[in-house]
């Protein structure tokens, strides 16, 4: 009971990480974030929560920049993602005074796993309750990181974090191709959020970044289009596979009666 | 002849929505010529220039440093600081470095227009950290001849061909009575739209 008392995350016997564990929940209480890779094009999704009557709703940004080429989202406690993106801007800069070359999406995001891990070895602290998505891209390459309360990070081609993000990769995992264009990758990425999101297109926020690094937000009415689109095209499919059916009862129903 | 830091001569002129900037491009150590077509500024933000000059090292280091700052700022905030911001914090930096033990040498001019107001505005800041407001300027030995032609022709709401040619008289001055050659010079242009490169 000597020395140990400060540390507020350590193992248990059977060399789990609580606190970690913990913190990991707390994200799955956030809302969900989705990210979608495409051939030159990588999109940023976030379920926005309904914002209260009183409350002013520009004010309630999940999608933040690093840098000019550089885009964060996250799931799990606000405050916390709040302290890691200012810790994250003050290292792009610094990096770009110290090199005069802005960072790379790989660099930031190594950074802040290393502050996420660090959290989860020192005194006094908990960890960071919070997973984030970044994208962004390296010399016109595509780029999409995440990164979770552990300090792990890694590429992916398409992420989902937050709220029911289970059920938001095992979309993507059906639905993701290669090499989509940015049509594709955008509607891919509102598809994914439509899921799980019931209110539909005026809960959903889209930001997407090409070649150009430059971040484009999607406004309300474009993200109403396109899921007008989405809609449509579920209808079809829908008509289509009762037809079917229909079809093949009513063979069966001829070859019977 | 050993290199003054006051050979290095930078000018600011405000004129009706802009404001226009100049600086030499000679690079000097001692009697050599090291360089040529240096460019003796910063941008801090898409409408605010710095122009540095001064000991060599300091400026480059203190105008890198102020200017990353800046961004920073623009990025947590959402907004570009305004010039006149922009310029209170270099001053600050330079007072706070001025009691140390090795204080930044450099003379600035800060060049911006303020998007919310479209109005331009030049600052004169130095290295004992004082920064004045002022409506045209120059830095170095230049200062000593050409202040006296940019009062003699500056008038507010110039327009840019008055501007350029009120730059030119100040350059044609120190070619004829300056000893030293200072030939070349980098012309900029600072207006809402942004911050571009210009010939006289």
């Not at chain 1, 009557?53 to 964060?72: E, F, G, W, Y």
């Not at chain 1, 799980?196 to 999607?218: C, H, P, R, Y």
């Not at chain 2, 802009?18 to 040529?36: E, G, N, P, W, Y």
């Not at chain 2, 008038?155 to 004829?176: F, G, H, T, Y």
Request: aromatic share 6%; hydrophobic share 40%; glycine share 6%.
């Amino acid at each position: 009971m000597s020395g140990y008392d400060s540390a507020l995350t350590v193992f248990s016997p059977d060399g789990h990480l609580f606190q970690v564990e913990y913190a990991l929940e707390a994200v799955r209480k956030g809302t969900c974030a989705v990210g979608v890779r495409g051939k030159d094009v990588v999109v940023l999704g976030v379920e926005k929560k309904t914002v209260a009557k009183l409350q002013d709703p520009r004010t309630v940004r999940k999608i933040a920049m690093l840098d000019d080429h550089i885009c964060l989202t996250f799931a799990g406690l606000t405050a916390d993602a709040r302290v890691l993106i200012n810790k994250a801007r003050i290292e792009c800069q610094s990096h770009r005074l110290t090199v005069e070359d802005p960072v790379s999406v790989e660099y930031i995001t190594r950074y802040i796993a290393g502050v996420q891990q660090k959290y989860t070895q020192s005194g006094g602290v908990r960890p960071f309750g919070i997973s984030t998505l970044l994208i962004g891209f390296d010399h016109g390459v595509p780029k999409l990181y995440q990164t979770d309360p552990a300090g792990i990070y890694s590429s992916w081609k398409a992420a989902s974090i937050g709220r029911s993000a289970k059920t938001v990769r095992e979309f993507l995992e059906k639905n993701h191709k290669d090499d989509m264009d940015r049509d594709d990758t955008v509607k891919l990425a509102i598809r994914s959020l439509l899921e799980i999101v019931q209110t539909g297109a005026k809960n959903i926020e889209i930001a997407l970044m090409g070649a150009d690094s430059m971040l484009k937000t999607l406004d309300a009415s474009e993200v109403e289009a396109i899921t007008a689109v989405i809609e449509k095209e579920k209808a079809e499919e829908a008509e289509k596979k009762s037809k079917k059916k229909g079809d093949s009862a009513a063979a069966v129903a001829s070859t019977s009666g | 002849m050993a290199l003054l830091p006051g050979m290095q001569a930078l000018f600011g002129i405000v004129g009706k929505d802009f404001v226009l900037t100049a600086s030499d491009t000679t690079m000097a150590r001692s009697i050599v010529v090291m360089k040529q077509g240096e460019d003796k500024s910063r941008d801090l933000t898409p409408t605010t220039q710095m122009l540095y000059s001064g000991e060599a090292g300091d400026t480059v280091q203190f105008a890198e440093y102020v200017q990353r700052n800046c961004r920073l700022y623009g990025i947590q905030n959402g907004v570009s600081l305004s010039p006149r911001a922009a310029a209170s914090y270099v001053r600050r930096e330079l007072a706070t470095s001025l009691r140390t033990r090795n204080p930044y040498h450099v003379s600035l001019l800060i060049a911006g227009v303020d998007t919310k107001t479209n109005t331009p505005e030049l600052y004169w800041l130095d290295h004992m950290a004082s920064s004045v407001k002022m409506n045209f300027a120059a830095q170095g030995h230049a200062a000593y001849f050409c202040m006296s032609t940019m009062d003699r022709y500056w008038v507010p709401d110039l327009n840019i061909e008055q501007a350029k040619s009120l730059m030119r008289k100040c350059i044609e001055e120190l070619r004829v009575r300056y000893i030293a050659s200072l030939t070349k010079f980098t012309v900029k242009i600072v207006d809402k739209d942004g911050i571009r490169e210009i010939s006289l």
